[in-house]
């Protein structure tokens, strides 16, 4: 009675201990789930802004390349001015060394020329025709002058005005080149922040993955903990109520010869496969099934079903470690599947000692016992003799 107790206490405590360690957990869950979302607004926020430096570079190029159009444009005007230009020289170069050409002439030849032309003329129609013919070539001289000098002019001042404008886009181009090479390198430092981001986001998924599943491992266990604990306390108080010993090796009521009823072999476990043919659960096909199956957690006590002597204890690759109990008149119990063995070949045990743990050793698919009951060497129904 003492002793159940003391089980039952011990493992109220270990209980408890799961119960303080998952609050903890589930804060360190919560950070990690906190810090995700925050890594993903600040990736997020670099991203829009990776967007807008994306589309600021590219209104900048486009910029550059109007400028650098207009710049070529302006260098064809400026190439077209020279040209007009250098044909203006020339023709106001012309009609100087021409009119160089006849006042040296005149100079020369005094105005008997001219007198003879007049003297020339027919009738005085003819003299005033001819005279106003002179004074015209002298008129004209004068004004192609003029014109070629303003035409030189316009043209001058024209391709300076080009000049101007080209100097002027050379040094829009020039500024859009800085803030191209600004943009590029905030680009480049935002590439850097992105993927840092990415780095941080993955590592701390993966840590949150990892908080999850420790969290989940630990409610299994304290589950397990909890339902191993309602098992022993069952057993504590069937052993207190008949005078026996729940746990040790062997036991002063121990007997090498069984009562022929069995007593349930993991108290409070739900029966999850019955006796008789079954879908195999690893094969997929229907198959005989020797024994009951009983689902329960992880560790949870086996005990003895009745008292008797232990004949085998070992490993095997389908049935993991398993235990037979023989009880005399050709009956054995099978304990199949278990985590851990306590009891060795030859041993005397009594009925409801604790005999080893339930496990998912050998052929198994998760956390059970198999038990089993042979009659005369033939596998029977346990479920007739509990």
């Not at 607004?41 to 590219?58: H, V, W």
């Not at 009609?95 to 020339?120: A, H, P, V």
């Not at 389908?318 to 119990?333: C, F, K, L, S």
Request: proline letters at 2%.
């Amino acid at each position: 009675m003492i002793r159940g107790k003391k089980i039952l206490g011990a493992l109220l405590a270990f209980t408890l201990c799961f119960s303080m360690v998952i609050p903890a957990q589930a804060d360190d869950i919560s950070d990690a789930k906190k810090k995700q979302q925050e890594l993903e607004q600040q990736k997020n926020t670099a991203e829009a802004e990776k967007s807008e430096l994306s589309s600021e570079l590219d209104s900048i190029v486009s910029k550059m390349e109007k400028t650098q159009s207009d710049l070529t444009a302006k260098e064809t005007e400026i190439n077209d001015a020279e040209t007009e230009l250098v044909t203006a020289k020339a023709n106001e170069d012309d009609q100087y060394q021409t009119m160089k050409l006849r006042i040296k002439y005149m100079y020369e030849n005094g105005s008997n020329e001219f007198l003879e032309i007049l003297m020339e003329a027919n009738s005085i129609a003819d003299l005033l025709n001819k005279a106003e013919y002179i004074n015209k070539i002298s008129k004209c001289d004068r004004e192609l002058l003029v014109e070629y000098e303003d035409t030189r002019k316009d043209v001058e001042n024209r391709e300076n005005a080009l000049k101007k404008e080209y100097a002027e886009l050379e040094s829009l181009q020039d500024e859009l080149a800085g803030e191209q090479a600004n943009v590029e390198k905030l680009l480049a430092d935002k590439n850097i922040q992105i993927n840092n981001l990415t780095s941080e986001i993955s590592s701390n998924a993966d840590k949150l993955k990892q908080l999850i599943a420790e969290a989940e491992a630990a409610e299994a266990r304290r589950k397990e903990a909890e339902a191993t604990a309602a098992a022993q306390a069952a057993q504590a108080a069937a052993a207190a109520s008949s005078g026996t010993s729940s746990s040790g090796n062997t036991s002063s009521n121990a007997s090498a010869t069984g009562t022929g009823s069995l007593t349930h072999p993991v108290p409070g476990a739900v029966i999850t496969s019955g006796f008789g043919g079954r879908v195999a659960p690893t094969a997929g096909a229907t198959t005989g099934h020797d024994g009951i199956d009983y689902g329960a957690g992880y560790g949870a006590a086996v005990y003895a079903a009745d008292s008797g002597t232990v004949i085998t204890a070992q490993y095997n690759s389908a049935r993991g470690n398993y235990i037979v109990i023989n009880h005399g008149n050709g009956m054995q119990t099978w304990y199949q599947h278990l985590s851990s063995m306590n009891v060795t070949v030859g041993q005397t045990v009594a009925r409801g000692q604790v005999i080893g743990n339930v496990g998912t050793t050998g052929i198994s698919t998760g956390p059970h016992l198999h038990f089993e009951v042979h009659v005369n060497g033939v596998p029977v129904n346990p479920l007739n003799y509990l």
